[in-house]
């Protein structure tokens, strides 16, 4: 009886989830994620974040050259 | 700041926004769809430039106290913020012609996100066109701080009294989901630190070369 009980409190409490599942899909890039081209997107993304950042410590260490001349 | 380790962190945190940003679970809205992924590169240009220019307004208020080397911090911290301004409006731009309809709308933040834009372009002219240092940087210390309270006024504040198409001012439910979202939420505010610690890294690179080129000329 307790598992019964516990069964349909679970099956009332899943339900709104359920009904939210069967609304009309929004359209996402989902078959863009499947063929896992999303991850050539990141690539290239960190690419050009992590070029940037060792042009900003190149930039860095050649300032902190000039800066210990003086 | 000295050191590496915070330079480090802030491309550590946008590398991860963007890593976690494109592969995260996003609420699935209309006309958002996939964009609302923007929010984790387009927002936080707005959050850091405002940072910028409080650091800014921090060494303007402290150029007035004759703090030497203090204006020139001032000004080159608001010039990042520039920048990231820039990229904060084209990237709104894009974003929002392809959910709102239109590269330009008569949103309020939109045009007070211009006329902030024109105030501290007149504070780099207005710097720029006094020789006398001292006097130039009280000046500029005055002028920037009446900038600063002039952003607040126009970004912060009267967008909110209207209506506005950006989310958290005027009425616009389908935005208003993705405001507390728990998932977008840690990815959004590692995007913000990164990008004010990249900001204050650039800003901290111009200081140290404007003022060895200042030294070497006096």
């Not at chain 2, 936080?44 to 007035?64: E, H, K, N, Y």
């Not at chain 2, 009425?171 to 989901?177: A, K």
Request: aromatic fraction near 12%; hydrophobic fraction near 55%; avoid cysteine.
């Amino acid at each position: 009886m307790k598992n019964i009980l516990k069964l349909l409190l679970v099956a009332l409490l899943a339900a709104p989830v359920k009904l939210a599942a069967q609304m009309p899909a929004v359209e996402m890039a989902d078959t863009f994620r499947q063929d896992g081209k999303i991850y050539v997107v990141i690539s290239i993304m960190a690419i050009i974040l992590l070029g940037i950042a060792a042009y900003l410590f190149a930039l860095d260490r050649k300032i902190g050259k000039l800066e210990k001349k003086d | 700041m000295k050191g590496i380790w915070w330079k480090a962190l802030g491309i550590i945190l946008v590398l991860y926004s963007i890593i976690a940003g494109l592969l995260g679970e996003v609420p699935r809205l209309v006309i958002l769809n996939e964009t609302i992924r923007v929010l984790y590169y387009h927002v936080p240009m707005w959050f850091s430039m405002v940072a910028m220019m409080t650091i800014s307004l921090v060494f303007s208020i402290r150029a007035l106290g004759e703090k030497r080397g203090a204006d020139l911090r001032a000004s080159e911290f608001a010039q990042t913020g520039f920048l990231l301004a820039t990229l904060g409006l084209l990237t709104g731009m894009v974003w929002a012609r392809f959910t709102w309809g239109n590269f330009w709308t008569n949103d309020p933040k939109l045009n007070g996100t211009a006329v902030t834009m024109l105030i501290y372009l007149a504070y780099f002219v207005l710097r720029n066109s006094v020789e006398d240092p001292a006097k130039k940087a009280r000046l500029a210390a005055v002028y920037n701080i009446f900038a600063f309270v002039m952003m607040i006024v126009f970004i912060g504040i009267l967008p909110r009294m209207t209506d506005s198409l950006h989310p958290g001012n005027g009425g616009n439910p389908g935005f208003n989901q993705y405001d507390l979202n728990s998932d977008m939420r840690p990815i959004f505010y590692a995007a913000v630190l990164g990008w004010i610690l990249i900001g204050t890294w650039i800003s901290s690179l111009r200081i140290r070369y404007k003022s060895l080129s200042n030294e070497e000329h006096s």
